[in-house]
């Protein structure tokens, strides 16, 4: 076979030729188009806002103000906040 573009003689079944780098044939898929999208930032300000919260809870529990259970929801809700939104920015 003879590459369209340079004129090199390269084997039938090559699917690029190997001197300029252009496909032999037409591709059977085409990649999807990119799409821009932009999420909210309401789940990084509400995630960053139950952090705060429960670093605030956590000090008060050290000093045995807090209920320890209720400092412990309050730190796995901002977990599964963060986790969540790093989920759907990927």
Same mark, same amino acid.
């Given at each position: ?7 090199t003689? $390269?084997?039938?079944?090559?699917f690029?030729?190997?001197r ?7 591709p059977?898929?085409?990649a999807?188009?990119?799409?821009? %999208? ?6 990084a ?5 139950v952090?705060m919260?429960?670093?605030?809870y956590?000090? %008060?529990?050290?000093?045995g103000e807090?209920?320890?259970i209720l400092?412990w929801? $309050?730190a796995?809700?901002?977990? $599964?906040?963060?986790? !969540?939104?790093? !989920? %759907?920015?990927?």
């Open positions: 076979m003879i590459c369209k573009t340079c004129g003689e $390269i084997a039938d079944k090559a690029i030729c190997y300029c780098g252009v496909a032999t044939t037409e059977q898929r085409r999807p188009a990119a799409s821009k %999208r932009r999420g909210s930032r309401l789940p300000v509400l995630a960053l806002l952090l919260i429960a670093a605030l956590m000090g %008060r529990a050290a000093a807090t209920p320890r400092s929801i $309050i796995g809700l901002a977990t $599964i906040l963060v986790a !969540w939104h790093l !989920w %759907r920015r990927a």
